[in-house]
């Protein structure tokens, strides 16, 4: 079974670049044919899919985020991490890391989440 575990600030200020690690166990990140993804969740508003890495090491991005994100992965500690620049109020939402067969679809593994604040 594998799981995912967020970390990271839970509070970044506006201008600032948010940095979240997911740390998988129990598989590893770059086993065929899985995709390892962000997905943010503003409060009162619906999922967005921002983007992922693959088991390659390809990153797919949401062109809406595309400018402002970056996701890497660090295979000897079995982790991929986000990266979201220039962070406003409006990128406060809680964040999860998931596991699937595509980039934003197929989506079988699911960590818990983590809320961040952007707040000065």
């Known amino acids: 079974q594998v799981q995912l575990q967020e970390s990271g600030p839970g509070l970044v200020k506006p201008s600032q670049t948010l940095s979240l690690t997911c740390t998988v166990s129990g598989g590893s990140i770059t086993t065929n044919y899985y995709y390892w993804t962000w997905i943010r969740q503003p409060p009162g508003k619906g999922l967005e899919w921002m983007g992922a890495i693959a088991y390659s090491g390809s990153t797919y991005y949401s062109p809406s985020l595309k400018s402002r994100t970056a996701i890497s992965r660090d295979t000897s500690k079995n982790q991929f991490t986000l990266q979201l620049s220039s962070v406003t109020p409006e990128d406060t939402a809680v964040y999860t890391c998931?596991?699937?067969?595509?980039?934003?679809?197929?989506?079988?593994?699911w960590g818990k989440g983590t809320l961040v604040t952007v707040s000065s």
């Open positions: 998931a596991r699937g067969l595509g980039p934003y679809w197929s989506l079988e593994d």
